[in-house]
């Protein structure tokens, strides 16, 4: 019969000189685990008379449950060794001189934010929703049928089809969130959707990533007079002056009528100024919510009416702030950052000022 006092003594002492956490478990293996010395004599039980069992047992299980303590205890101080030595050495040094350099907030990211807070002013919240989407969302339920020609106008990226040969896609405008708005939330729905949009196309003009605020409103009573008005204080608020705009019968699937909204511009050398001149810009698409798309998305056009549009946002921050080449804007070169940056301290805010 093996020796109780020889084991606890044997493991106690190993237990103590385990060094680390993956010794202290070398340790608990031999003792304890499924083979362990411990677990074996504990086999043995089955072959013992009666008046041995009645001895070995309460030792062994004693035992056990002392060794378990043992080690736990053990790796509650290893722990605290470790966390201690870290915390030694990874001190800082807090009279080392700090880099200078300061990140800044991207034009879009800034343009985004102006204009989040000049459409707040006006009642707007901020919605989101997926780049990635299906086909429902981004054609089908804005009234765009399958196999209907404005489909190609888009130069979609699609995504590897699924099992059921369903291709999802890259959003290749906002709009998809309309849908997701509305099928989710009853009216009145007042919101505007900054995001990422996409489309196989790149010039100087063009990225196949690029940024776009849709926007959506929805009740029982708003007409194109609404439409008008928000978007002709929208762009004064935005390009910090009176701008002089003019609206152009247009189509898109999910409006009618649509329109496209052009502003009044002038070209002195190099620079374009918004709100004078004899040019005009095509800025933004809009038009009320048509009947079709209400319907897909459960809502019935005799009670309820709206409208909606969407621009493109990196256009906008171009025409602001006088950045000449789109692609630029999107090279990451931490020198174009830092002259055309904004400040990540300043918030943008309509009591102060946007920028
Ligand atoms: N989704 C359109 C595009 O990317 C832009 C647009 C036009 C959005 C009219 C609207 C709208 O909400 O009413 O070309």
Redesign the pocket.
Known sequence: MVDIETLKSKYAGEIKAAADLVALDVVRVAALGKKGEVSLQMRTLAQMSPDEKKVMGPALNGLKNELTALIEMRKLTLEEEALNAALASETLDMSLPVSTKTGTLHPVMQVMEEMAVIFADQGFSVAEGPDIEDDFHNFTALNFPPGHPARDMHDTFFLKPDANGEKMVLR????PV?IRTMMNQKPPIRIIVPGR?YRCDSDHTHTPMFH?V???VIDKTTHMGHLKGCLMDFVSAFFETDVETRFRPHH?P??EP?AEMDVRYERVGNEIRIGQGDNWMEI????MVHPNVLINCGLDPDEYQG????MGVDRLAMLKYGMPDLRDMFAGDGRWLEHYGFSPLLQANSATGLS
Do not use: Y
């Open positions: 290749t405008h906002t709009s309309q949009t776009q849709e926007g959506l898109f999910f409006t649509s933004l698409g809009c038009g409208f909606a549009f969407g």
